[in-house]
């Protein structure tokens, strides 16, 4: 048993070690993503009235900080119910991803996530509306 | 059935936990790892609850688990599993999200410094590693002392992963897991508790060494005499937890070990024989008479209440303790008994007891002692024992010896056809 044991020790280590030098050493991901993405591609502007056509579980847009985002398909893998997500589809959710319902932020994990789900902004006039209340 | 009891709960809620991560339909490897990630947590989490619940050392509740001995195995067997399994848990979680890049894999691990839910997992895992070092030997054989302080480490280490379980609890359904850690915290915070608090004022008897018997020049037999208004009340063959309380001691001052009562419950005082093994047992030799000690037990139940009356004993060198406490009693009360007793030693001047082993021999009919002396016969071997002990198999056979005498003693009588069930070993090496 004791060999088990050191052995299970010695090899948590070695692949915390691992992910740690290989992320140390490849390229940022991230910036990775940003290149790649077409540049002359202009970003969607939807309006508060488009992104409410979708509204349920099924297909289901959201606004979060300004920016548009269609998580339809993540909503099966969502960690909490469906329901929890179900009254946030199609309006401004920005509360529903900064407090989890109470108060408690979505992890950073989570924001990164969300960013594949982005289809576009929200249009312009209507964010500055909602920066100035 | 203790431990029947323990490693049932043990199944259970893997059980439940691994129906609640399949009934979500985990498809593809990301998700299987995630779902593998939360059940390693949930059960590893069980585990060490567990061990921590069966640490207090409850007098007379270590019978449920066959003694002590059982006992202290059950909850290192606990540890291990739990250590494995948590240690595994974060490996899995990240390697689950490393599907959305390895940044992503690297920041589940070491999130921003105000994650303080996954730092307490962190903190929790690093302590385990620390206070369970010693006990896996993972550089070296430990030190028993260090060992002790070190464990305590385990209190921290058990408030702190609940801390980080209490946040992420959504693999079960509804609350059902805050129920669980809820019912496993407080019996485990009992255990402790006992351990620390109660069994300090209450667990612990006052005894004063009134003499000190030098058998031989490592091994001295201590006579202890009641120094409180309590007595210890015990089976022949039970052991105790030991503090000595003697300023001149070189070592082990207020600090328990475990040694097995040599003295018959009928006596007035107990007896202890201590041979010199470390530096704890090594200062006892030389323990002034006078000083004070505490004694916490009775442990063990190598007799069980119920055993045949045809029985077979195999000592091995100090291992004797617990038959010369039960020889003595059956002496004392002059109880009709049919036992062979077979004495394993090097040589004669380490037959401790001997002389007074035969003269008890002489004294109750059906006692024999067999002495059994390796440097002339060998190691202990069937050929022996059948010409000694013909009735071996029909025999209940108890053991206690070395941990190698122990296992051979085991194989020659099952392979004489004594049954597992009539086995009985008592280790005292502890781990």
């Known amino acids: 048993m004791k060999k088990l044991v050191y052995t299970v020790f010695i090899a948590f280590w070695a692949a915390i070690g691992t ?72 309006r401004e959710a920005t ?39 | 059935m203790g431990i029947i009891l323990i490693w049932t709960v043990v199944l259970l809620a893997s059980a439940v936990t691994l129906v609640a991560v399949v009934g979500a339909g985990p498809a593809g490897g990301a998700e299987i790892l995630d779902a593998m990630g939360r059940a390693t947590g949930i059960v590893g989490l069980v585990m060490l609850l567990l061990a921590a619940a069966l640490s207090a050392r409850v007098p007379g509740f270590d019978r ?118 809820l019912m496993l915290a407080s019996l485990a915070v009992g255990a ?24 031989a020049n490592n091994l001295v037999e201590l006579v202890l005499e009641p120094a409180g208004r309590r007595r210890l009340r015990y089976d022949a063959g039970q052991f105790v937890y030991m503090a000595p309380f003697d300023r001149s001691l070189s070592a082990g001052y207020g600090e328990e070990h475990p040694y097995t009562l040599s003295s ?15 530096d704890a047992s090594r200062a006892l030799q030389s323990i002034q008479p006078g000083s004070r000690v505490t004694i916490e037990g009775p442990y063990g139940r190598f007799f069980p209440d119920r055993a045949a009356e045809k029985q077979l004993w195999i000592a091995g060198g100090i291992g004797i303790t617990p038959f010369l406490g039960r020889a003595r009693w059956l002496h004392g009360r002059q109880r009709r008994c049919d036992v062979r007793l077979v004495y394993c030693v090097q040589d004669e001047a380490r037959a401790r007891f001997l002389d007074e082993l035969h003269a008890i021999a002489e004294e109750i009919d059906d006692f024999k002692v067999i002495p059994h002396f ?19 198999a029909e025999r209940e056979a108890f053991i206690c010896g070395p ?29």
């Open chain 2, 403 to 431: 941990p190698g005498l122990n296992s051979l003693a085991r194989r020659l009588l099952i392979g004489a056809g004594t049954g597992r069930k009539n086995i009985h070993i008592e280790e005292f090496e502890l781990l």
């Open chain 2, 64 to 181: 449920w688990f066959g003694g002590l001995t059982r006992l202290w195995k059950t909850h290192h067997r606990l540890g291990a599993g739990s250590l494995v399994l948590l240690l595994a848990h974060p490996v899995l979680l990240a390697l689950s999200s490393s599907s959305e890049g390895l940044d992503a894999a690297v920041a589940l691990l070491f999130p921003p410094f105000d994650a303080w839910q996954i730092w307490s997992g962190w903190l929790a895992l690093l302590l385990m590693m620390v206070f369970l070092a010693p006990s896996f030997a993972f550089f070296g054989h430990p030190d028993y002392r260090r060992w002790k302080v070190l464990h305590r480490l385990a209190g921290p280490a058990v408030i702190l992963a609940l801390v980080h379980a209490w946040q992420y609890g959504r693999t079960w359904p509804a609350d059902a897991d805050k129920w669980l850690w």
């Open chain 1, 95 to 133: 509360e529903g991803m900064r407090t989890k319902g109470d108060s408690s932020d979505h992890s950073a994990r989570a924001w990164r996530m969300l960013e594949r789900y982005r289809i576009g902004d929200l249009r312009l006039a209507e964010r500055r509306r909602g920066n100035a209340r």
């Open chain 2, 264 to 278: 018959s419950p009928d006596e007035d005082g107990l007896r202890i024989a201590i041979k010199d093994l470390g």
């Open chain 1, 19 to 90: 992910l740690v030098l290989i992320n140390a050493l490849a390229p940022d991901s991230a910036e990775q993503v940003r290149r790649d993405a077409p540049a002359s591609a202009e970003p969607a502007e939807y309006s508060l009235s488009e992104v409410a056509k979708h509204a349920t579980l099924e297909d289901c847009w959201m606004v979060i900080e300004g920016v548009v985002y269609d998580v339809s398909d993540y909503v099966p893998r969502h960690p909490a119910p469906p329901a929890v997500l179900e009254p946030w589809c199609g």
């Open chain 2, 374 to 392: 390796f440097y002339r016969q060998g190691p202990l071997d069937s050929g022996f024992l059948d010409s000694c002990v013909p009735d071996l």
């Open chain 2, 192 to 215: 402790v508790a006992w351990r620390f608090v109660f069994s300090r004022r209450i667990g612990r008897l006052r005894y004063r060494v009134a003499q000190v018997v030098a058998v």
